[in-house]
């Protein structure tokens, strides 16, 4: 039941995983506090995964679990609504002459609601790395 994509973007490791993880919050829009809340990354093992709304409020969604530029970002994922985590892999590979970016959440079985939620998880992600790869067309 693990979600699994995959895209490839035009320009190298380092920079794709630096766009990815730490500026996050420029082109991740809306999260679990509505359209203009930004999800940011504290780029370290332990660090938060955590949204910010525009006043100021901030709502934990996970810990980063692995930190290891430029290839490798993982972080643990909890909504609102549920009492268990799920995780979140992200590797960042060299690949004719960019990177291919793959990205699995698992843990979906762990709950009634984290197996419900699996369906939009699988649709979202998909929104999230098109933003992704839009921010990265830009990227220099």
């Not at 940011?40 to 996970?62: A, Q, S, W």
């Amino acid at each position: 039941m693990t979600i699994r994509k995959s895209i490839w973007v035009a320009k190298p490791p380092e920079l794709s995983f630096k766009v990815f993880c730490e500026e996050m919050s420029e082109w991740w829009t809306g999260g679990f506090r509505g359209k203009d809340s930004r999800p940011r990354l504290e780029p370290r093992v332990g660090g938060r995964f955590y949204e910010r709304t525009p006043d100021g409020g901030e709502y934990d969604i996970g810990r980063v679990t692995v930190y290891q530029p430029p290839s490798l970002v993982a972080f643990t994922w909890r909504a609102p609504s549920w009492d268990e985590s799920t995780q979140v892999e992200i590797r960042f590979s060299a690949e004719n002459g960019g990177t291919r970016v793959n990205l699995e959440h698992s843990g979906w079985d762990q709950s009634a609601k984290t197996r419900e939620a699996r369906k939009n998880y699988d649709t979202g992600w998909g929104n999230v790395l098109g933003y992704y790869e839009t921010a990265m067309k830009a990227a220099a």
